[in-house]
C-alpha cells in the first residue's frame, strides 16, 4: 500500500550497506501517522535482519528495497516513497531510523548492524531523542523494548476507550509483539551458548 506523503509530518528510514565495492545509500519516508514510529517501523528492520541470518544472503541496498515492496500490502506498511531532501534539515520528519549493515564476518551468522535512530518535534528544533545500537542482538533486544512500551501504551488507551480501532491497533501490536519476543528469545539463547563456548544451532525456524 502507498501512502501519500501528505502528512504534515515524516517518517525517515535511510538504509547504507557496505561491501567490498563501497558504500550505497537509499532513503525513504512516508506519513508520521499512524505507524510512522520506532516501534511499528523498527520489526522490518529486523525481520531483515532475521531473514538475512536465515538465507545467508549478503546485505543489498536493491534487496531491502525489494523487501521493503513485498510488505507494502501489510497492515502495517513500511515507507515506500523515495526522499530525496537532506533529513536533518528537513522540518517536516519527527524520526528518523538510520540502518547500516554490513556482510557477516567469518564464522558470524548475523550481518553487521548500526541502528540510529533520531526524534524531534516538527519544525526547526533539535532531535530530542537519539538512540544508537551496535550488532543484530542489540538491535533485536532494543526493538523489543519499543515494541513492548508501545503495548502497554496501547494497552491504556483501549481500556478507556470503546473505539473498535484502538482494539484493532491494539490487538496488532500484540502479534508484533509476539513475534519480536520470539526472535529476541532466539538471539538471547544464542547469547547464553556462545559465551558457554558453544556453537548457537543455524536453524532460524523460529524467525
Known sequence: MLLPIA???LFVLR????????????TWSMPSAPYGSPAWQ????????????RTQERPSVAQFSNYLRE????PVP???APHPYDVL???RVTCWIDAHFEPAQGSERWPRIALAVLEQETGRCPWSRITRRRGAYSVIAHTHSEV???LSRLADRARVTADPGAAEVHRMAQEVHGWT???ARKVKAEQVLIRAGRTPPSDSSMV
Open 71 to 74: 510488505r507494502s500490502a501489510r
Open 78 to 80: 513500511p515507507p515506500q
Open 89 to 91: 534539515h528537513d522540518p
Open 42 to 53: 523498527l520489526p522490518s528492520v529486523v525481520s531483515y535482519l532475521a531473514r538475512l541470518e
Open 7 to 9: 502528512s504534515p509530518s
Open 15 to 26: 538504509v547504507s550497506v557496505t561491501d567490498g565495492s563501497g558504500t550505497e545509500r537509499r
Open 181 to 183: 519476543w520470539r526472535v
Open 148 to 150: 513492548s512500551a508501545e
